[in-house]
């Protein structure tokens, strides 16, 4: 987990904000892309939108729309997919009945969040 956060630090140390293109993180837990990346909230945050694709040891998801990821809190927040993959069993989110997915890497827990209006402003 060590080297994503390095990674993550040394992007945003270059001074850039948004990146279009495909972007691929790679750590030792995780692996995560998008079609574009931005940062906010004095780089706290850091979102992928588009095409986003998200790997760990718990869950793998693919074709979502969104990727938060909370440097402060150190977990990740995953919306607009339509299937999961949660310790290799498939699930479509709408047999789960959400789909937006949090989860903290660090402590090795996912978790389904039950309605996507709890964060009107993005998480």
């Known amino acids: 987990m060590k080297p994503l956060f390095l990674l993550l630090f040394a992007l945003m140390s ?3 904000f948004a990146q ?3 972007v691929v993180f790679k750590g030792d837990d995780v692996v995560f892309s998008g079609d574009k990346s931005s940062f906010r909230n004095g780089r706290q945050i850091v979102e992928f939108t588009g095409n986003v694709h998200f790997a760990s040891d ?4 693919e074709k979502a729309d969104k990727i938060v990821y909370d440097r402060k809190t150190k977990t990740f ?3 607009g997919f339509k299937e999961l993959r949660l310790h290799g069993k498939r699930r479509l989110a709408s047999d789960l009945g959400s789909t937006t997915l949090k ?3 660090a402590g090795g827990v996912a978790y389904l969040k039950a309605n996507d ?3 009107p402003k993005g998480c």
Do not use: A, F, N, Q
């Open 14 to 16: 270059t001074g850039l």
């Open 103 to 105: 989860l903290d890497i």
């Open 117 to 119: 209006k709890v964060c």
């Open 20 to 22: 279009e293109g495909h």
């Open 58 to 61: 718990i869950v793998e998801i």
């Open 77 to 79: 927040t995953i919306s």
